[in-house]
């Protein structure tokens, strides 16, 4: 099936529906025997994507870089790590993708470069206030000397968002000090970020994944913040001088006219993703109809495993994105997050953050957490928009919690202090098989190591097994593609919906899902069960937790 020719009427656009699978690039398959994941081993492993019968993948950073924060910091735009393959390589990519009618969507990573970039070696030895500079966020210290930062700060990762250069000043990095922040009020930092748009939808991509999409702009007197919060809360506090500043919707508004344009010259069916972390509120403004195609709905990504507070977080994003338009996200994890599977089998109001470290981990239910998810996987396939899966959600792979401290990589964990654990937790490399080394992922060995209980999890294990979280998916995906694409709007139903006994139950056109948070089986609406995601009861009953998929006629 060709996917670039014909643009989709207004409306009913692909990214509008799409199950999008997240492919974190070091960690999905190894096709050179390095240890780490890389292009051609996705190039192998392309048909369990087209098994599973998704519409795009969106491919975490796979450009140079020294992979200080696992690739979000990109030290050339236009170009192919090494350990990932080559341009080339990702060309044969996108077009075996495009062959089976997948469409591949990038990241672009605009807030901060890495420090390997050139423009930053050069802005590091040229002197203050010169045009190299001027590219990055670089000012004066506070203090007689200049020995202060600039303000007071904090990286997300931990420790002050200002590293000093040699000659005195400061740069900015609202991440690692690996990654410092560009200066968007500069039109050379502008220009350059429309060029990489070109290069790549030229190279074939049909859309972008846009990093801290909420950061770009800083307000230019840099002041203090009252309080130091981590990105979700600070994300809340109303003209925060660096999250979700106004300046940002121009920028996005300059990237949307360049799809459009390419859109209407070449036949292109183009899309944009924002990764913003601001309020609920907020977030319809990166969705106007000349901005972002789509955001990420962190808001239900992070609602507890609870029916009323799932049904709000679904009638806010609902309503939200209809207001402007656009049309709803849903995601459970992702490539930051402590996979879903751990977070459903925690107890409630767990900060599953600190749990990482801090435990107790055997507060871990991970049978009940499974189940959670698998009923969590109907919900989201069930509901109007569209869906992002990360990379083994769909065999039910949980957080490895337990990696010992000496093979961490991501730099949350120095940067606080040792405090947190971080993210590699959820990065471990994914397992095809029963056996061998790394479970399949490569020859040798894995730059994470994989718990023995990958074993049952992998894909060869679960093939075939109408059990499996595996199997359920696949059935999942192609009944949606079937039966809820076109169902229509959603509707709760007042006579199954019962918050207080932790039951939802919606309904699309002839198509009804109903979710049974709680332990207690529930009855089902009449009709024909086309899924569920435990077996019924002999009396009919779904226990719980589950969810099932009924049509009525
Ligand atoms: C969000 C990305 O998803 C995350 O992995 C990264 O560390 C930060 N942005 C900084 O680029």
Redesign the pocket.
């Known amino acids: 099936m060709a996917t670039t020719s014909v643009p989709t009427a207004p409306g009913a656009e692909w990214w509008r529906h799409a199950v999008v699978y997240q492919i974190y690039p070091r960690s999905f398959a190894d096709g050179n025997s390095d240890g780490t994941g890389d292009i051609p081993g996705i190039r192998a492993r392309l048909p369990h994507l087209i098994d599973l019968g998704v519409d795009a993948i969106w491919v975490s950073p796979w450009y140079p870089s020294p992979l200080l924060?696992?690739g979000?910091d990109v030290a050339d735009y236009r170009n192919i790590a090494e350990r990932f393959g080559t341009l080339d390589d990702a060309r044969a990519f996108i077009a075996d993708a495009h062959a089976a009618g997948i469409r591949v969507i990038v990241d672009l990573?605009p807030?901060?470069t890495s420090w390997d970039h050139e423009w930053f070696t050069a802005a590091r030895s040229a002197p203050s206030g010169s045009a190299e500079r001027r590219r990055y966020m670089i000012r004066p210290g506070r203090g007689v000397d200049g020995e202060l930062p600039p303000n007071n700060w904090t990286a997300v990762f931990g420790g002050s968002a200002w590293t000093r250069l040699d000659d005195g000043e400061w740069y900015l990095h609202l991440?690692d000090e690996s990654?410092p922040d560009l200066d968007w009020t500069n039109p050379e930092v502008r220009a350059e970020f429309i060029d990489i748009l070109l290069f790549w939808i030229r190279l074939g991509v049909d859309g972008f994944r846009v990093?801290?999409a909420h950061g770009l702009v800083k307000d230019p007197t840099l002041p203090d913040v009252a309080v130091n919060e981590g990105i979700l809360e600070s994300a809340l506090i109303e003209n925060h001088p660096h999250w979700d500043r106004d300046g940002v919707h121009e920028i996005i508004r300059e990237w949307r006219a360049v799809l459009d344009a390419e859109q209407a010259e070449h036949g292109r069916d183009l899309m944009m993703v924002a990764?913003a972390w601001v309020h609920p509120t907020s977030l319809p403004k990166y969705l106007r109809p000349d901005e972002y195609h789509q955001s990420f709905n962190f808001d239900f990504l992070q609602c507890e495993w609870e029916a009323g507070l799932m049904r709000e977080a679904v009638d806010r994003a609902l309503a939200g994105s209809e207001a402007v338009g656009s049309s709803p996200t849903w995601a459970l994890s992702?490539?930051?997050v402590v996979r879903h599977a751990t977070r459903y089998g925690l107890p409630p109001e767990t900060d599953w953050r600190a749990w990482l470290l801090d435990g107790p981990h055997d507060a871990l239910d991970a049978a009940l957490g499974l189940r959670r998810a698998r009923a969590a996987a109907l919900l989201l396939l069930a509901l109007p928009g569209s869906t992002y899966l990360y990379q083994g959600e769909e065999l039910g792979l949980g957080e490895v919690f337990d990696l010992p401290t000496d093979v961490l990589d991501d730099p949350v964990w120095e940067n606080s202090g040792r405090t947190r654990k971080g993210?590699d937790g959820c990065r471990v490399p994914i397992p095809w098989t029963v056996a061998g080394s790394s479970y399949g992922f490569g020859e040798k060995g894995s730059w994470l190591p994989q718990p023995a209980r990958f074993a049952a999890l992998s894909v060869e294990a679960q093939s075939g097994d109408p059990d499996s979280t595996l199997e359920l998916h696949r059935r999942a995906i192609a009944i949606r593609r079937e039966m809820w694409i076109d169902a229509g709007a959603l509707e709760w139903s007042n006579k199954f919906t019962r918050e207080e006994e932790q039951v939802l139950c919606l309904r699309r056109g002839d198509m009804t899902c109903l979710v049974n948070f709680g332990s207690e089986p529930v009855a089902l609406p009449a009709g024909a069960v086309v899924l569920s995601s435990e077996p019924l009861r002999t009396d009919g009953l779904l226990p719980g937790p589950a969810a099932a998929w009924i049509r009525t006629d």
């Open positions: 924060d696992g979000y990573v807030n901060h991440f990654q990093d801290v990764e992702n490539h930051d993210r």
